[in-house]
């Protein structure tokens, strides 16, 4: 929980110094898209790679290595007065999607069960959803820390700090205090699996990403390079690992109805959670007064006016096991994003106000919870206990690529709506953006009612 804590911290301490940022490191508040990006593409680079390490050579060897690489990356971001070294400390932060899979795997690893087996289920779950409440704990304490900080110190970078200390912190205290996995089945990593998935998966977000804007045209040839490009090498991935005996990832799980579905709701809902991750704030901190929309909130402000939402998806998140145990993890995936579905409508419809507003994101929050429990839950017991990390880093490579495609999406409405010499929006740009993202969770929905219990499951019910 206390390297979920920092990891948490370290994705959420940015959102309340976004607005102030545009100014410091003088960017627009469209480029400032490429944070959540390269921290988004680096993840997807780490992720598989990192968790198949962590099932071969030990989950807590590879976590020290994993949280070493992330606290160098937190020490470049407060070192950072300028956009490119910011941007070069957040790739290497993106290491920390490699926590989560190598934490299940300790955890599936040391879960307390029946001599049958029968009782892993449960204590896995309730695992995960301790884990879930501990990141979003995080976030939680990671916007009202740096906050705090931009607003009582004068430094305009000093919050660029706070990831250093909880990193560092949970290097220090995890060092010897996790246990070590009893059981490595051997094998060997498959470097040309993850270096052809790598390249294909960061080829495609880098042309949704770029394109739209000047340079990158959609028909330009750099556009359509990468777009095509990074489809055929990702094409190649799969005929690669259907030929490998040990592949990184074994894409012959994708033909089972319930892997794709559950991917794909991973897809819808992430799209939208991550997608807004820079909009919100940035809506949040924007004056009336000077442009004619936004809150008006300082940074400090900013953060305590996320708490709704965060301290709404850690309740959900803890009590979606229970959720699930009485409706079924099919009417649980439906309600997260019907529910994500119905908070964005609320902010769009009621933006002016902040009460309403904020509601809606509470409301989101709780869809967001259910899908956070269940998709990573549903991952891991679709996976053999040799692959716990493999089938837990699936999912967290999914959680990144969606929220590649939300922060590109939103990149692109972003930049389209920016007049000449302005560094902020227009507010279609975000009203846009909501749009998109209740009809992103609706298609969750209707995906999510695909799912089916899977006949032992019924059996024990």
């Not at 390297?3 to 490191?25: A, D």
């Not at 931009?150 to 996790?178: H, K």
């Not at 999914?398 to 920016?418: C, E, K």
């Amino acid at each position: 929980m206390l390297v979920e804590l920092s990891s948490g911290i370290t994705q959420g301490f940015l959102s309340p110094l976004l607005k102030g940022l545009t100014e410091t490191l003088r960017v627009t508040a469209a480029d400032l898209n490429w944070i959540s990006i390269a921290n988004l593409l680096s993840s997807v680079a780490f992720t598989p790679v990192l968790s198949r390490m962590g099932d071969l050579y030990g989950h807590r060897r590879v976590l020290r290595w994993n949280l070493a690489i992330v606290l160098l990356g937190s020490v470049l971001v407060g070192l950072s007065r300028s956009f490119g070294v910011l941007l070069t400390g957040q790739i290497l932060q993106g290491a920390f999607a490699g926590f989560f899979p190598l934490l299940v795997g300790i955890l599936r690893n040391r879960a307390t069960t029946s001599p049958d087996g029968a009782g892993e289920g449960g204590e896995s779950r309730r695992g995960i959803s301790f884990m879930v409440a501990a990141l979003v704990g995080g976030l939680a304490l990671g916007l009202v820390a740096s906050g705090f900080v931009a607003r009582t110190v004068d430094s305009p970078t000093a919050a660029l700090w706070v990831p250093t200390a909880a990193v560092g912190l949970a290097l220090a205290a995890t060092w010897r205090l996790l246990p070590e996995s009893a059981h490595r089945p051997g094998g060997r990593i498959d470097w040309a699996g993850g270096i052809l998935l790598c390249l294909g998966l960061v080829a495609i977000m880098l042309g949704l990403g770029m394109g739209g804007l000047p340079g990158w045209e959609w028909d330009s040839a750099r556009t359509l390079g990468c777009l095509v490009g990074g489809t055929l090498v990702t094409a190649l991935w799969v005929l690669v690992e259907l030929r490998t005996d040990e592949p990184m990832i074994d894409v012959r799980m994708f033909r089972h109805r319930n892997v794709v579905t559950v991917s794909l709701v991973t897809l819808t809902f992430t799209f939208c959670m991550l997608g807004l991750q820079v909009a919100n704030p940035v809506f949040m901190g924007t004056g009336a007064a000077e442009h004619g929309y936004g809150l008006g909130f300082d940074p400090f402000a900013i953060a305590l006016a996320m708490l709704p939402n965060l301290l709404a998806l850690a309740l959900a998140a803890l009590a979606a096991p229970a959720v699930a145990a009485a409706l079924s993890d099919r009417l649980t995936l439906v309600a997260g994003s019907l529910l994500m579905a119905i908070g964005y409508l609320v902010s769009l419809t009621w933006h002016t106000s902040m009460l309403p507003f904020l509601l809606g994101t509470a409301v989101a929050g709780v869809g967001t919870g259910f899908l956070q429990h269940s998709t990573r839950t549903l991952a891991v017991e679709s996976v053999p206990h040799d692959r716990t990390s493999v089938g837990s880093g699936i999912n967290e490579l999914l959680i990144n690529v969606g929220g590649s495609l939300g922060a590109a999406a939103v990149l692109t409405v972003f930049a389209a709506r920016t007049p000449a010499g302005a560094v902020l929006p227009e507010l279609g740009a975000y009203t846009t953006s909501w749009t998109i993202c209740v009809a992103v969770s609706l298609a969750g929905a209707a995906i999510a009612l695909l799912y089916r219990t899977p006949k032992n499951v019924e059996g024990q019910k």
